[in-house]
């Protein structure tokens, strides 16, 4: 189908960031996600204590579910409201480091140290800063970064996972000419010579 309509649009991220303090924010959800609890053995394939990824995170309460199932949660989010909101909201104590490879980027971990959260661009992290994970709960982020960063954005998603890694994505389905994104519609082709 034709994604033509979608192909040039950029979103900012003055604009997310004007997202947040707006509370335009629709995306957000307070339950968990279904498609997370209905898929949850295949992300975990039988292990305990993974290293799970929720890039582009927000403030997704799957990551508090997780953590709480015992593994360790790594996110990464521009929005620093977003990322204190994660905590406030599931009243859990933090502290904030400034990250040295990166300039003007902070990480915010749990108290307990389980969940550490990235507030800073995705293009900016590697692999030599976050390590490599066993499991990627990929729920509006691909479908929310800009069409022409995809290709940047899986390479770096690839690099990011171990060898015996499992990595959930949502996508969404509908007639890319009827509206503009975010959320962006990716064809199932485009997943599949993207991830390969
Ligand atoms: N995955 C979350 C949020 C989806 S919305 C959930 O399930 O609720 C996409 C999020 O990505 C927004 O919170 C936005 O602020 C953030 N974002 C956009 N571009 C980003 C970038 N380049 N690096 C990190 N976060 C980004």
New binding site residues.
């Given amino acids: 189908s034709d994604v033509g309509s979608q192909k040039e649009r950029v979103v900012t991220?003055e604009e997310?960031?004007e997202?947040?303090e707006m509370g335009n924010i629709g995306?957000?959800?307070e339950e968990g996600h279904p498609l997370l609890q209905k898929y949850l053995d295949v992300l975990l394939n039988g292990r305990s204590g993974l290293r799970i990824f929720?890039p582009?995170?927000?403030?997704?309460v799957e990551m508090k579910w997780l953590a709480d199932m015992g593994h360790s949660v790594v996110g990464?989010?521009?929005?620093e409201q977003?990322v204190k909101d994660f905590f406030s909201e599931h009243s859990l104590p933090y502290c904030e480091e400034p990250v040295p490879e990166i300039s003007g980027a902070k990480m915010f971990q749990s108290t307990s140290g389980n969940i550490s959260l990235y507030c800073?661009?995705?293009?900016d992290l590697s692999s030599s800063i976050i390590g490599k994970f066993d499991g990627v709960w990929d729920?509006?982020?691909l479908i929310?970064?800009n069409p022409c960063d995809r290709q940047r954005y899986a390479s770096l998603m690839i690099s990011l996972v171990e060898k015996n890694s499992s990595y959930l994505l949502v996508t969404v389905s509908y007639d890319p000419n009827k509206h503009k994104g975010p959320p962006f519609y990716v064809p199932e082709s485009e997943i599949k010579s993207l991830f390969g």
Avoid at 76 to 79: A, G, L, P, R
Avoid at 120 to 123: A, D, H, V
């Fill in positions: 991220e997310w960031l997202k947040w995306f957000h959800k929720f582009l995170c927000g403030k997704a990464v989010e521009i929005s977003a800073c661009s995705i293009y729920r509006g982020a929310a970064v």
